[in-house]
């Protein structure tokens, strides 16, 4: 896949989309949208050393590239924030397999309790 390659512009939302995001101040209801809608954003201007990003990038590529046995080590379903790997067709959305794998990272908090009947 080409690196510099960019996305078309995606379409202006409807009056009505407008009007459910109108609670979110700019820039917030743009990243809404991107979001939600659209389903990916660039973000520049925003600072961050470009030769830490490549090296983010290099060692997402290094990650990705382990075989799945050494990936599954690290597998989400260990975490009590479902932090780490989900392999490829490992998570749904709106009951549809996701076809791509990925890695969350973020804060350890403490896990949210779960509640009965779940």
Do not use: C
């Amino acid at each position: 896949m080409p690196q510099n390659r960019r996305a078309r512009s995606p379409p202006t939302p409807s009056g009505a989309q407008r009007r459910h995001n109108s609670h979110v101040p700019q820039p917030g209801a743009e990243l809404l949208r991107a979001t939600h809608e659209v389903g990916f954003f660039y973000l520049n201007g925003h600072g961050v050393d470009p030769q830490l990003t490549k090296s983010l990038l290099d060692v997402s590529r290094e990650f990705f590239d382990l075989p799945a046995e050494q990936k599954l080590k690290l597998e989400n379903i260990h975490s009590p924030q479902f932090r780490g790997y989900t392999p490829v067709g490992g998570e749904l959305t709106a009951n549809a397999v996701d076809w791509r794998e990925q890695i969350d990272n973020g804060v350890d908090r403490e896990p949210v309790p779960i509640a009965e009947g779940t």
